[in-house]
């Protein structure tokens, strides 16, 4: 039995220096490693040997095992080091291009869409806040307190308890918004 194992250790060391690519590694493994390979039959043939003569073939039969198993995991990684990268190297260095993914939103488009029609008409968008408080929504625009526009129905009050001496809405009046040019400047 001692002479079996040094057989299967010998030739498995020779065809594992022979095995050329990642194919013959597998094949390699299942013949001396695998589950029916031959240092699984020289385990099944361990019952066979006489009782004085067990510590010292289980000895050996351990050790072969250990050093086909060493043999082909440094085998595998030199494989694995010197195999070329799968695909193209990535260069992080290099600028991104950004992603075409998606569209904008359809009221987007056509809020800027109306926006492009008025310029051509010549009209100019002006931008403000959202959030106002009552004097520059109405009192600053000359609206009277008893005027239909400051009805609270047709307002959105926001409860704000800092402002409370000044109650806040949503703008309800486009004019309330200070219109900034590019000619300004």
């Known amino acids: 039995m001692l002479e079996r194992l040094s057989h299967i250790e010998s030739e498995g060391l020779a065809s594992l220096a022979q095995a050329a690519d990642s194919a013959a590694l597998e094949q390699w493994r299942l013949r001396f490693l695998g589950g029916k390979g031959l240092l699984k039959e020289a385990t099944a043939l361990f019952r066979e040997v006489p009782k004085d003569q067990k510590p010292a073939v289980g000895a050996r039969l351990n050790e072969v095992q250990r050093r086909l198993q060493e043999a082909f995991d440094a085998r595998l990684a030199g494989a694995a080091a010197s195999a070329p990268a799968a695909g193209p190297i990535l260069d992080l260095t290099e600028p991104g291009i950004p992603p075409l993914l998606g569209r904008r939103h359809i009221i987007t488009r056509v809020r800027e869409e109306l ?30 307190a008893d005027h239909p526009a400051r009805d609270p129905i047709d307002n959105f009050y926001v409860d704000d308890p800092a402002a409370v001496a000044r109650p806040r809405m949503l703008r309800s009046q486009t004019s309330t918004c200070p219109l900034y040019t590019s000619d300004a400047a």
């Open 115 to 144: 926006c492009d029609v008025f310029a051509r008409m010549g009209f100019e968008v002006a931008s403000g806040p959202e959030l106002e408080d009552d004097e520059h929504n109405f009192a600053k625009l000359n609206i009277p």
